[in-house]
Nanobody, 127 residues
């Protein structure tokens, strides 16, 4: 069983930055593709970024490319989402997810490809 715990969400002003953390346990990072999603109040859950188990490759959604970046440190069993130049429309609950079977290569933000999810951390951006 894999457990994911997000942290780092906060209430900030537009233009500021936040770095979210996702601590994983149950399997080593070398066996986990990790992705970040968000859920805005009136919208579907949206994929943001994905990183391969050894950080050889990553993918950033067009909607946040240039502002958000994903990284990981398997020695610390943690994945990160750096969010810069935050906008009010970034207000959402942010989740990390893990794919243990590499299904997400074919459809990177298909939620069905992720086996485990964290509880979420809230980010609120005020104008």
């Amino acid at each position: 069983q894999v457990k994911l715990v997000e942290s780092g969400g906060d209430s900030v002003q537009a233009g500021e930055s936040l770095k979210l953390s996702c601590v994983f346990s149950g399997l080593p990072g070398s066996r986990l593709i990790v992705a970040w999603f968000r859920q805005r109040p009136d919208l579907d859950r949206e994929g943001l970024a994905q990183i391969s188990p050894l950080a050889v490759s990553s993918y950033i959604a067009d909607s946040v490319k240039g502002r958000f970046a994903i990284s990981r440190d398997n020695a610390k069993t943690t994945a990160y989402l750096q969010m810069n130049n935050l906008k009010p429309e970034d207000t959402a609950m942010y989740y990390c997810a893990a794919d243990t079977a590499q299904r997400s290569w074919f459809s990177v933000f298909d939620r069905r490809n992720y086996d485990y999810w964290g509880q979420g951390t809230q980010v609120t951006v005020s104008s």
